[in-house]
Every structure is written in structure tokens, then in C-alpha cells.
Antibody, heavy 118, light 110 residues
Framework: EVQLVESGGGLVQPGGSLRLSCAAS????????MSWVRQAPGKGLEWVAN????????YYVDSLKGRFTISRDNAKKSLYLQLNSLRAEDTAVYYC???????????WGQGTLVTVSS | QSVLTQPPSASGTPGQRVTISCSGS????????VNWYQHVPGTAPELLIY???QRPSGVPDRFSGSKSGTSASLAISELQSEDEADYYC???????????FGGGTRLTVL
């Protein structure tokens, strides 16, 4: 069974940092692009970032460039998202997803909640 | 501005057919395929339709997708109470070099 499990969310103060992880199983992780998508409370889904199979190419939503970094470790079958200089508006559930191209994400993890508050 | 526009809400009674629209631009839907997701709050979003009109295995054929020009639609026939959820369209945008999601449509089964 293809499965993605996120971890690492929690409560962090404004200006702080957090590293999210996503453990993949049930498929050849190194064969696929991977992504992070988030959903703020009461809002819709927002694409955050993509990373190529070997990690050589990454893409970010313009509004987050420079603060968030996507990375992966194929040996550990894991995807990561480093969140820096966090703001209240970054409060959201962050989902890990396998990226099949052109807006096609399948499957998705259950998500991990990040709350930015003092 | 690069956006995908969906109606915020839709509703229907059991057994009815409902459609949800998604309007984009030449750089998004006009140049790329559209995908649809079902999201029940508190759970993982699920892929319903990919590449405009393709259904993944396991998705009932009550769900169908279509596209024309810079707009796309999701149709749900034989509406069931379990279809109550939020529905999102998504597409790549060539001018943004990234993925756009629609604002989401909350479907209520009356």
C-alpha cells in the first residue's frame, strides 16, 4: 500500500523554525517528484513546493521563496520541509504528496499541523 | 493574475446531478490538464480526476471531469450523502511555473 506519513508539526513562536518530515512507503520513492501542499485554517489548499527525483531541481510558490526549503533523502525514503522565519500566516496543516505532474498529486499524507503563535 | 475560480458552494439532494466549475486562464487550464480533489476536513485529500477526465481506479464512475478552453467542470451524478466534502480543481500554470489550486467548493447534500 502506498503511504505517506508526515511528522514534525507543532507550536512555534513567530520568527522560529521547524522541520517537517514525510516518510514514504509502498512505492519506489526515488522514482517520483514529491511535493508539499498546505491548508490554513478556514482556507483552501495552497501548493508550497516540488522537488525532482534526485533533488537537483526544486520549485516554490513565489510568496514562500527564501523562507522554506524542500529536500529529500532517497536512502531514507523521506521528504523534508524546512520552515524558517515563521509567521502567524504560516499556520496551516502541511501535507506531503507524491507529484505526478501538472497539478496531479496522488496520494496525500494525513498532514501535520504547524501553529505559529506567541 | 493567475487564479483558478470556483463557486464557494454547491448543493443537491440525494440522487441529483451537480456540477462544479473551475475557471482559469490561457497559462493555466488553457495550456495544461486539470485535476480534481475531494477533501473531507480532517482527512487526507483524495484524487478524483486527473488529466481533465481520467478517473483513478477505485473512484466511482458517478464522478466525471471535462474541459473546454480555459474552463473545466466536475460532475457528480446520483448524489450521495457521503459526497458531502470540499472539492478543489488544480492545474499547472506556465506563467507562475507552479501549481494553482482553485479556492474550493463546499458541496452540501441536502
Amino acid at each position: 500500500e502506498v503511504q505517506l506519513v508526515e511528522s514534525g508539526g507543532g507550536l512555534v513562536q513567530p520568527g522560529g523554525s521547524l522541520r517537517l518530515s514525510c516518510a514514504a512507503s509502498g512505492f519506489i520513492f526515488s522514482d517520483y517528484w514529491m511535493s508539499w501542499v498546505r491548508q490554513a485554517p478556514g482556507k483552501g489548499l495552497e501548493w508550497v513546493a516540488n522537488i525532482k527525483q534526485d533533488g537537483s531541481h526544486t520549485y516554490y510558490v513565489d510568496s514562500l521563496k527564501g523562507r522554506f526549503t524542500i529536500s529529500r533523502d532517497n536512502a531514507k525514503k523521506s521528504l523534508y520541509l524546512q520552515l524558517n522565519s515563521l509567521r502567524a500566516e504560516d499556520t496551516a496543516v502541511y501535507y506531503c504528496a507524491r507529484f505526478r505532474g501538472r497539478g496531479w498529486f496522488d496520494p496525500w499524507g494525513q498532514g501535520t499541523l504547524v501553529t505559529v503563535s506567541s | 493574475q493567475s487564479v483558478l475560480t470556483q463557486p464557494p458552494s454547491a448543493s443537491g439532494t440525494p440522487g441529483q446531478r451537480v456540477t462544479i466549475s473551475c475557471s482559469g486562464s490561457s497559462s493555466s487550464i488553457g495550456s495544461n490538464t486539470v485535476n480534481w480533489y475531494q477533501h473531507v476536513p480532517g482527512t487526507a485529500p483524495e484524487l478524483l480526476i486527473y488529466s481533465d477526465d481520467q478517473r483513478p481506479s477505485g473512484v466511482p464512475d458517478r464522478f466525471s471531469g471535462s474541459k473546454s478552453g480555459t474552463s473545466a467542470s466536475l460532475a457528480i451524478s446520483e448524489l450521495q450523502s457521503e459526497d458531502e466534502a470540499d472539492y478543489y480543481c488544480a492545474a499547472w500554470d506556465d506563467s507562475l511555473n507552479g501549481v494553482l489550486f482553485g479556492g474550493g467548493t463546499r458541496l452540501t447534500v441536502l
